[in-house]
């Protein structure tokens, strides 16, 4: 940084020496308009030139290191600044890098999360086909089932209503067949025989 006390005390020498200078003109000009003379160099010219030669050399002597760190310094914060710039946009750079990088990660996951998802999906969907195969497979097998209990049942069912009907049947034709001889006979012998054995 310009060392700030320096560069004042520069500036008030300056404007010191200019308000000197400034005096001594007035004073030329007053004692030249009295006395009408001519105006020569040395008379003249040479003691301005003096005057500002040596004004001139107090100010670059006083000024000049606090111009230079000025310069050195404004030099050295603007190569600062262009190296944060740059480093600033190299930074930006990587996170835009970084964040493509991340952002084809995150695709590639969401794609195999999507795949994933339909490959279960489908395994589900094979499971439940198969599941509903079989529960469609258990429910023929049990409405065979049934059916054949109630064949079974309606068989034996018909089996005992036919014999039934086979023994009414029977008694009917024999009742038809015997008559009142046949009844009295058949009876003679059973007293007979159980008479007999007895």
């Given at each position: 940084?310009?060392?700030?006390?320096?560069?004042?005390?520069?500036?008030?020498?300056?404007m010191?020496?200019?308000?000197?200078?400034a005096?001594?003109?007035?004073?030329?000009?007053?004692?030249?308009?009295?006395?009408?003379?001519?105006?020569?160099?040395?008379?003249?010219w040479?003691?301005?030139?003096?005057?500002?030669?040596?004004?001139?050399?107090?100010?670059?002597?006083?000024?000049?290191?606090?111009?230079?760190?000025?310069?050195?310094?404004?030099?050295?914060?603007?190569?600062?600044?262009?190296?944060?710039?740059?480093?600033?946009?190299?930074?930006?750079?990587?996170?835009?890098?970084?964040?493509?990088?991340?952002i084809?990660?995150?695709?590639?996951?969401?794609?195999?999360?999507?795949?994933?998802?339909?490959?279960?999906?489908?395994?589900?969907k094979?499971?439940?086909?198969?599941?509903?195969?079989?529960?469609?497979?258990?429910?023929?097998?049990?409405?065979?089932?049934?059916?054949?209990?109630?064949?079974?049942?309606?068989?034996?069912?018909?089996?005992?209503?036919?014999s039934?009907?086979?023994?009414?049947?029977?008694?009917?034709?024999?009742?038809?067949?015997?008559?009142?001889?046949?009844?009295?006979?058949?009876?003679?012998?059973?007293?007979?025989?159980?008479?007999?054995?007895?």
């Amino acid at each position: 940084m310009i060392n700030m006390k320096k560069l004042k005390v520069a500036l008030l020498c300056l404007m010191g020496i200019l308000t000197a200078a400034a005096s001594a003109f007035a004073g030329e000009a007053a004692h030249g308009e009295g006395g009408h003379e001519a105006i020569t160099f040395l008379h003249d010219w040479l003691p301005r030139i003096v005057n500002f030669s040596v004004i001139a050399a107090v100010v670059i002597y006083f000024a000049r290191k606090p111009a230079i760190d000025f310069f050195k310094n404004r030099s050295v914060a603007i190569a600062k600044a262009m190296q944060e710039s740059q480093e600033a946009s190299e930074r930006a750079v990587r996170a835009v890098g970084e964040m493509e990088q991340k952002i084809k990660d995150l695709e590639r996951e969401t794609d195999a999360m999507l795949a994933e998802a339909r490959a279960r999906g489908e395994k589900d969907k094979q499971a439940l086909v198969e599941e509903g195969k079989k529960l469609v497979q258990d429910i023929q097998n049990q409405v065979k089932q049934g059916i054949e209990m109630e064949v079974r049942k309606a068989r034996a069912a018909l089996a005992a209503e036919a014999s039934h009907l086979s023994l009414d049947l029977a008694e009917g034709r024999i009742k038809e067949k015997i008559n009142n001889t046949d009844h009295e006979r058949i009876v003679k012998e059973y007293i007979s025989n159980v008479g007999g054995k007895g």
